[in-house]
Nanobody, 123 residues
Framework: QVQLLESGGGLVQPGGSLRLSCAASGRTFRRYAMGWFRQAPGKEREFVAGINSGGVSTDYSDSVRGRFTISRDAKNTVFLQMNSLKPEDTAVYYC?????????????????WGQGTQVTVSS
């Protein structure tokens, strides 16, 4: 069982940066691939970034590639560094855990979810 808790969201101006963190509990965290998803008002939840259990392989959506970076530390935390933020990045961001080592691109492939953190990009 893995429990996830996101933090780091907030209000930022266009072009700014934020770093989201996801603290995971549970001894099996290191075996899990992790991902970040987001959901904007009136839209479906979408994949943002994923990282495999070893922290070597990553995937990104086309809309964030080159601006966002996913990483994980040796303890129990996953990060999403978001640079050059745009108003269209405004959404609730969710951390997700997958009980397999490889990343998944669909939310149906993830087993555990955090409660979400709001990111608002506005001037």
């Amino acid at each position: 069982q893995v429990q996830l808790l996101e933090s780091g969201g907030g209000l930022v101006q266009p072009g700014g940066s934020l770093r989201l963190s996801c603290a995971a509990s549970g001894r099996t965290f290191r075996r899990y691939a992790m991902g970040w998803f987001r959901q904007a008002p009136g839209k479906e939840r979408e994949f943002v970034a994923g990282i495999n259990s070893g922290g070597v392989s990553t995937d990104y959506s086309d809309s964030v590639r080159g601006r966002f970076t996913i990483s994980r530390d040796a303890k129990n935390t996953v990060f999403l560094q978001m640079n050059s933020l745009k108003p269209e990045d405004t959404a609730v961001y969710y951390c997700a855990g997958r009980s397999l080592p490889g990343t998944g691109l669909a939310d149906s492939e993830y087993d555990y979810w955090g409660q979400g953190t709001q990111v608002t990009v506005s001037s």
